[in-house]
């Protein structure tokens, strides 16, 4: 029971893009617990980018993993979620420091100009 009690954090990896709102979201989210965490960047260490696909079995990012549990291409907002229900963390009223749940910039969807004109 003792050692429960005196139990250390949870052992994370997180295999992140270095500028990418998903990656962004995870950070922003362990953050808001204080967690301790690897950040493995996948852009500029294809080391980690292979380690990433061969524990995850695909190729989307980011993928946590957590005391050896593998979440892969997850949102910040669906991390908080698997630690929340599995009791990695207790609920705490912290605003996370970037939205958790955005994507990369380049897969913001592109708003087009509305058009009025009839077609003829």
């Not at 990896?13 to 270095?18: Q, S, T």
């Not at 993928?63 to 009791?87: F, K, Q, T």
Request: hydrophobic share 35%; net charge negative; with cysteine.
């Amino acid at each position: 029971m003792w050692q429960y009690l005196a139990m250390s954090k949870p052992k994370i990896v997180a295999y992140l893009k270095p500028s990418c709102g998903w990656s962004q979201g995870v950070r922003a989210v362990l953050r808001k617990y204080d967690l301790p965490f690897e950040d493995r960047d996948i852009i500029n260490d294809p080391l980690q980018r292979q380690e990433m696909i061969e524990k995850s079995g695909q190729m989307m990012s980011p993928c946590v993993e957590i005391n050896g549990h593998m979440l892969p291409d997850i949102s910040g907002e669906e991390v908080e979620a698997w630690m929340l229900a599995n009791r990695v963390v207790t609920q705490n009223d912290r605003t996370p420091d970037a939205p958790i749940n955005q994507p990369c910039a380049h897969e913001m969807p592109q708003s087009s100009p509305l058009n009025f004109a009839a077609r003829r």
